[in-house]
């Protein structure tokens, strides 16, 4: 697990680190420059030409003092200013006045001569963007995309991207290579500023643990060794052990969803899958997952004498460990009673997907059954649905969309996307870095709901088996893409993949095992 902060939360984490514990800004300063140097040096290669990019507040001043190490190994370096350093920070006039004096040429932009460099640092923004970038500085971004660079590197952020949100604030440079500063930033975690900072490397500047836990470090992401997180599994258990989970799913011809949940959930390891479904898609259902328990419904029945009751729906829920409620079960009358049904009923958790969702947004009534055992796992414009927001606007920024809705309704929400927010009823944030193209396919939702309703099943909490089984979804998909491609992959490959997966956690706790021994 690594942790992720907002540019708010870096500059508190650096002025406590400077202040409160007293290690000189320089310091912090010069290992960063170090790090910077050292990644471009191997993007160099031997005498290589850089150019550094630099602004006027400290971001700059790291570009600088790395470009003055560079020269030191051998590289032709220039160091291009976006404007009057004497209205820059004491640290930048500090590091121009090292460099000055061992020869790096510096120029302003307005009198650079461009030309070919093997690499150009990108150092005229840090944390601190929060508007968007216009008149001179929106100039020198669009002169430095213009440079013909075999590598870019940024400093800490992309320039042009927000550390908070991600988003684009005017023209950005995309990078090759980010070096940034004690932790991951939020914006760069997140589309599309992960798409604008290429490879990631977190170098260690210097900060100490105690800064972090003073600025309010919460938002985090797992990395592949976090599998071991997954529920063990005792010898002495039976099927009980692991949970029933209840799949309310499919209707006429989306028999599909149905089985994709059922299926996941069983490979995530629930001990007892039971779908609840139209009858029409008993036989289908029953070929394609023969373990599950079948229990098929008359749709023109439903709540009907003769048909499934509201006691049928209570009692199914009531012995359910968790619930699965909403892929594919259409937008018809029948659905939204039975999305209503369940959400009064159940006492387990609920993970709301698909047309669950659509119900709710259909009947905003319904959210007065969320309470802290319900996850919603909407995509975009299931959620620009449910909040009445343009998708275009939840795009700008969706962790902090994931985290008012979670805030709104008491609820965990998993809002679906890329890189995949995932906001704890309990304040946590979690943003997913596992994961691929492959997965962008039908029913990969539908087999992410059937983990996560498993994971609950075997008694995770709502705020953790949402973002281990968004982690875990994403691995499998890696996995899958590895073995047949990222154009060939099937949502049912996604959840034939979790097996590895989960072998992966028995292998990492047997060597914990034994390295404890």
Same mark, same amino acid.
């Given at each position: 697990?690594?942790?992720?902060?907002?540019?708010?939360?870096?500059?508190?984490?650096?002025?406590?680190?400077?202040?409160?514990?007293? *290690?000189?800004?320089?310091?912090?300063? +010069?290992?960063?420059?170090?790090?910077?140097?050292?990644? /471009?040096?191997?993007?160099?290669?031997?005498?290589?030409?850089?150019?550094?990019?630099?602004?006027?507040?400290? %971001?700059?001043?790291?570009?600088?003092?790395?470009?003055?190490?560079?020269?030191?190994?051998?590289?032709?370096?220039?160091?291009?200013?976006?404007?009057?350093?004497?209205?820059?920070?004491?640290?930048?006039?500090?590091?121009?006045?090292?460099?000055?004096?061992?020869?790096?040429?510096?120029?302003?932009?307005?009198?650079?001569?461009?030309?070919?460099?093997?690499?150009?640092?990108?150092?005229?923004?840090?944390?601190?963007?929060?508007?968007?970038?216009?008149?001179?500085?929106?100039?020198?971004?669009?002169?430095?995309?213009? *440079?013909?660079?075999?590598?870019?590197?940024?400093?800490?952020?992309?320039?042009?991207? /927000?550390?908070?949100?991600?988003?684009?604030?005017?023209?950005?440079?995309?990078?090759?290579?980010?070096?940034?500063?004690?932790?991951?930033?939020?914006?760069?975690?997140?589309?599309?500023?992960?798409?604008?900072?290429?490879?990631?490397?977190?170098?260690?500047?210097?900060?100490?643990?105690?800064?972090?836990?003073?600025?309010?470090?919460?938002?985090?992401?797992?990395?592949?060794?976090?599998?071991?997180?997954?529920?063990?599994?005792?010898?002495?258990?039976?099927?009980?052990?692991?949970?029933?989970?209840?799949?309310?799913?499919?209707?006429? %011809?989306?028999?599909?969803?149905? $089985?994709?949940?059922?299926?996941?959930?069983?490979?995530?390891?629930?001990?007892?899958?039971?779908?609840?479904?139209?009858?029409?898609?008993?036989?289908?259902?029953?070929?394609?997952?023969?373990?599950?328990?079948? !229990?098929?419904? +008359?749709?023109?029945?439903?709540?009907?004498?003769?048909?499934?009751?509201? +006691?049928?729906?209570?009692?199914?829920?009531? +012995?359910?460990?968790?619930?699965?409620?909403?892929?594919?079960?259409?937008?018809?009358?029948?659905?939204?009673?039975?999305?209503?049904?369940?959400?009064? /009923?159940?006492?387990?958790?609920?993970?709301?997907?698909?047309?669950?969702?659509?119900?709710?947004?259909?009947?905003?009534?319904?959210?007065?059954?969320?309470?802290?055992?319900?996850?919603?796992?909407?995509?975009?414009?299931?959620?620009?649905?449910?909040?009445?927001?343009?998708?275009?606007?939840?795009?700008?920024? !969706?962790?902090?969309?994931?985290?008012?809705?979670?805030?709104?309704?008491? *609820?965990?929400?998993?809002?679906?996307?890329?890189?995949?927010?995932?906001?704890?009823?309990?304040?946590?944030?979690?943003?997913?870095?596992?994961?691929?193209?492959?997965?962008?396919?039908?029913?990969?939702?539908?087999?992410?709901?059937?983990?996560?309703?498993?994971?609950?099943?075997?008694?995770?909490?709502?705020?953790?088996?949402?973002?281990?089984?968004?982690?875990?979804? $994403?691995?499998?998909?890696?996995?899958?893409?590895?073995?047949?491609?990222?154009?060939?992959?099937?949502?049912?490959?996604?959840?034939?993949?979790?097996?590895?997966?989960?072998?992966?956690?028995?292998? *990492?706790?047997?060597?914990?095992?034994?390295?404890?021994?």
């Amino acid at each position: 697990m690594r942790y992720l902060v907002s540019g708010a939360q870096m500059k508190e984490i650096d002025r406590f680190t400077i202040c409160d514990v007293g *290690i000189p800004s320089l310091v912090l300063m +010069e290992r960063a420059a170090m790090a910077v140097a050292e990644e /471009s040096h191997r993007a160099a290669g031997p005498g290589g030409r850089i150019f550094a990019a630099a602004g006027l507040g400290n %971001n700059g001043a790291d570009a600088v003092a790395a470009a003055r190490m560079l020269k030191e190994k051998g590289h032709p370096v220039s160091v291009i200013l976006a404007g009057d350093p004497e209205r820059g920070t004491e640290e930048l006039k500090l590091q121009l006045k090292i460099a000055e004096r061992l020869g790096v040429e510096v120029e302003l932009f307005g009198d650079f001569i461009p030309g070919r460099c093997e690499v150009l640092i990108d150092g005229v923004f840090g944390v601190g963007l929060n508007r968007p970038v216009t008149g001179h500085y929106g100039e020198f971004l669009r002169f430095l995309q213009g *440079i013909s660079a075999k590598t870019v590197v940024a400093v800490d952020v992309p320039s042009g991207v /927000s550390s908070d949100t991600g988003a684009l604030l005017g023209p950005a440079l995309r990078a090759d290579v980010t070096v940034t500063f004690g932790y991951e930033k939020l914006g760069t975690a997140v589309y599309p500023g992960k798409d604008f900072r290429g490879r990631l490397v977190v170098a260690d500047a210097g900060f100490p643990a105690e800064a972090a836990r003073h600025a309010g470090v919460s938002a985090f992401t797992y990395e592949p060794e976090d599998v071991k997180r997954l529920p063990a599994r005792p010898a002495y258990s039976h099927k009980g052990t692991f949970g029933k989970v209840l799949v309310v799913a499919g209707w006429k %011809n989306m028999a599909g969803a149905a $089985g994709l949940v059922g299926l996941a959930a069983y490979r995530m390891g629930a001990g007892l899958v039971k779908l609840l479904t139209p009858e029409e898609n008993r036989e289908i259902l029953q070929t394609l997952l023969p373990e599950a328990v079948m !229990i098929p419904y +008359e749709k023109d029945l439903l709540f009907q004498e003769g048909g499934l009751s509201r +006691e049928d729906v209570e009692g199914l829920c009531r +012995e359910a460990s968790a619930v699965v409620l909403g892929p594919g079960l259409g937008r018809e009358k029948g659905a939204g009673e039975l999305v209503r049904a369940v959400l009064s /009923s159940a006492c387990s958790p609920v993970v709301l997907d698909a047309d669950g969702l659509n119900a709710v947004a259909d009947n905003e009534e319904l959210t007065r059954y969320f309470t802290e055992n319900i996850i919603i796992t909407p995509h975009l414009l299931e959620m620009s649905r449910l909040l009445h927001i343009p998708v275009e606007e939840i795009k700008k920024d !969706i962790p902090g969309t994931a985290r008012a809705c979670a805030d709104r309704w008491g *609820i965990t929400c998993v809002l679906k996307d890329a890189a995949t927010a995932v906001a704890g009823g309990d304040g946590s944030l979690y943003i997913n870095s596992s994961g691929c193209a492959a997965m962008a396919k039908g029913g990969s939702g539908d087999v992410l709901s059937g983990i996560i309703g498993a994971l609950l099943a075997q008694g995770m909490s709502e705020p953790e088996a949402a973002a281990l089984g968004v982690c875990v979804h $994403g691995l499998a998909g890696e996995r899958a893409s590895a073995a047949r491609g990222e154009r060939a992959v099937l949502a049912r490959d996604l959840a034939d993949a979790l097996g590895e997966v989960c072998q992966i956690s028995q292998e *990492i706790r047997k060597k914990e095992v034994n390295g404890n021994e």
